[in-house]
């Protein structure tokens, strides 16, 4: 999967000492210290740097986030740092489980990179196939039910969140459309217009589906969204989540696409795992039941949103794959097909 990612350099030491140095908040010598991630281990969208700030004597675990290098290999047209940033700083201080975003780098002139410092929270996240191993899949059921319980407690606060009185609509994922769900979208169709991947066409005539047949939903039932509401972003301490991460797919949509989301990924671990493990999978209808239970929500037009968000994980894959070796590039895309056929309604 290394080849799937797009260039990050490393982050210096020092440049992040000096970045904090210069803040009007932080009076004395800055230290760094205990520094981990980095270029090496970047995920397949932003780099992370974990380290610790000696700060006037006090030690602050802190986490760096930031950009790749904009060339050709990232996976997105824009990445928003700015944006991100302040939906971090927003949502912590409305009280939702967000690591508070504190400084901020948004045009790379101190770090080298676009990106911003938050502070770092502690807690485990799911394993990378989370039915298999780990936090969920290790756990006895009853532990098992308990923590997706509070995921989905976290992901309805995050559904809960005052959009419209917060100004959390100017930090989200939008383009030109007559819809929340058009911007949304729209979003990702820079990236197409931008990297012109293979079966465009298939693309265009997907969207123009979704948008010929996007339910009507009113004001007041659209929510923000987490946009890539996968298990392994949530941090969990216990039983209990600390905190959501990776924010920069948030959009305004509704509750339903990132329950849909969350479904696709529960039938790709499933069409990939041990008979064993793919029975301890819950299916759609179980996982949207679960959801509703815990958080008094209901999830309409999942069917629709269950299409939907198939064209976000095109879009990625698509752009991913131009990462790939060439021999390793065809097998990739043939790959996506049952993504396709979803989108498709086959």
């Known amino acids: 999967m290394r080849a799937t990612k797009p260039d990050f350099t490393d982050i210096d030491p020092a440049d992040i000492a000096r970045f904090l140095a210069q803040q009007p908040d932080i009076a004395g010598p800055v230290e760094i210290a205990n520094v981990r991630g980095g270029g090496a281990n970047a995920g397949a969208s932003s780099g992370v740097v974990v380290f610790d700030a000696i700060l006037e004597g006090k030690v602050e675990p802190l986490v760096l986030r930031y950009a790749p290098l904009r060339n050709e290999g990232r996976i997105f047209f824009d990445y928003g740092i700015r944006q991100q940033y302040e939906l971090q700083a927003r949502l912590a201080d409305a009280g939702l489980a967000v690591p508070r975003a504190r400084w901020i ?55 809960g969140a005052d959009w419209q009185g917060s100004a959390v609509a100017s930090c989200v994922r939008q383009a030109a459309g007559r819809t929340h769900f058009e911007r949304y979208i729209n979003w990702y169709w820079e990236t197409v217009e931008w990297v012109q991947p293979p079966h465009r066409e298939r ?113 990625v894959q698509l752009s991913m794959s131009r990462n790939f070796p060439d021999g390793l590039r065809d097998e990739f895309l043939a790959g996506m097909e049952a993504i396709w056929a979803v989108g498709e309604g086959r």
């Open 203 to 315: 693309l265009e005539r997907l969207r123009s589906w979704l948008f010929a047949n996007q339910p009507d939903i009113h004001h007041d039932d659209l929510a923000l969204i987490h946009g890539d509401p996968s298990l392994g972003n949530y941090m969990l301490e216990g039983d209990e989540v600390r905190a959501i991460i990776d924010w920069e797919l948030a959009g305004i949509v509704a509750p339903a696409y990132d329950i849909a989301m969350q479904c696709m990924a529960n039938s790709y671990y499933r069409a990939v795992s041990a008979p064993e493990v793919a029975a301890r999978i819950p299916d759609d209808a179980s996982w949207v039941a679960h959801y509703e239970s815990v958080t008094g929500r209901r999830v309409e037009h999942f069917e629709f949103f269950r299409r939907a968000v198939t064209l976000p994980l095109l879009v």
């Open 105 to 159: 780098d948004p045009d790379g002139a101190v770090l080298g990179l676009p990106g911003f410092i938050m502070e770092k929270v502690e807690g485990d996240v799911a394993h990378a196939s989370p039915f298999s191993a780990g936090l969920i899949g290790d756990a006895a059921p009853d532990v098992r039910e308990r923590r997706i319980a509070s995921i989905f407690r976290a992901l309805g606060s995050v559904h």
